[in-house]
């Protein structure tokens, strides 16, 4: 599948800035994700953005496609092994593969997979506790969940 990329705002994080997510046209200033993001929030693979901002990667939701983004973040003794990080994205793959997700991305300290909503949250933490075990030090964090600002659900799911 030919893809571009689509730059998107990382703003809710300590240094905001834009992260390039893999994405297909499907407007003038549509694209639909086919990855979710490490970093940005708020979105998953599958959603349709419009970029406001090409600069900034400012950008709206036109669609969601009923996926749920997690990103988990390594201990502080792994963080920046990208050998440990490609062996627990691999630990973790078969949880997240037998619900029908998939591990989107990953670099050292971080990974980004993809989990249907329809699987439900309950199954979801259960995969993020397990991977948690694994991993000492290790926390996750739903990205497209809950509002950055405020904390609450977003319920786009509903």
Same mark, same amino acid.
């Not at 969601?64 to 990208?82: H, K």
């Not at 309950?122 to 995969?127: L, R, V």
């Not at 509002?147 to 609450?152: A, I, R």
């Given at each position: 599948?030919?893809?571009?990329?689509?730059?998107? $705002?990382?703003?809710?994080?300590?240094?905001?800035?834009?992260?390039?997510?893999?994405?297909?046209?499907?407007? !003038?200033?549509?694209?639909?994700?086919?990855?979710?993001?490490?970093?940005?929030? $708020?979105?998953?693979?599958?959603?349709?953005?419009?970029?406001?901002?090409?600069?900034?990667?400012?950008?709206?939701?036109?669609?969601?496609?009923?996926?749920?983004?997690?990103?988990?973040?390594?201990?502080? !003794?792994?963080?920046?092994?990208?050998?440990?990080?490609?062996?627990?994205?691999?630990?973790? $793959?078969?949880?997240?593969?037998?619900?029908?997700?998939?591990?989107? $991305?990953?670099?050292?300290?971080l990974i980004a997979f993809t989990v249907p909503v329809d699987v439900g949250f309950?199954?979801?933490?259960?995969?993020c506790a397990t991977a948690v075990d694994r !991993?000492?030090?290790?926390?996750?964090?739903?990205?497209?969940?809950?509002?950055?600002?405020?904390?609450?659900?977003?319920?786009?799911?509903?």
């Open positions: 599948m030919n893809h571009e990329h689509v730059r998107i $705002a990382v703003i809710d994080a300590t240094e905001p800035g834009v992260e390039n997510v893999p994405a297909r046209r499907v407007g !003038s200033n549509e694209w639909q994700l086919l990855r979710s993001p490490l970093y940005a929030t $708020a979105v998953a693979s599958g959603d349709t953005v419009k970029i406001l901002n090409d600069e900034t990667g400012t950008f709206e939701i036109v669609t969601r496609a009923g996926n749920v983004c997690v990103q988990f973040y390594l201990g502080e !003794s792994e963080a920046d092994d990208a050998e440990a990080t490609v062996a627990i994205a691999e630990a973790i $793959a078969p949880d997240i593969e037998s619900f029908g997700g998939r591990i989107d $991305a990953h670099t050292p300290g309950p199954t979801i933490e259960a995969i !991993s000492a030090g290790a926390q996750w964090q739903y990205s497209n969940v809950y509002d950055p600002v405020t904390g609450e659900p977003l319920d786009w799911w509903t």
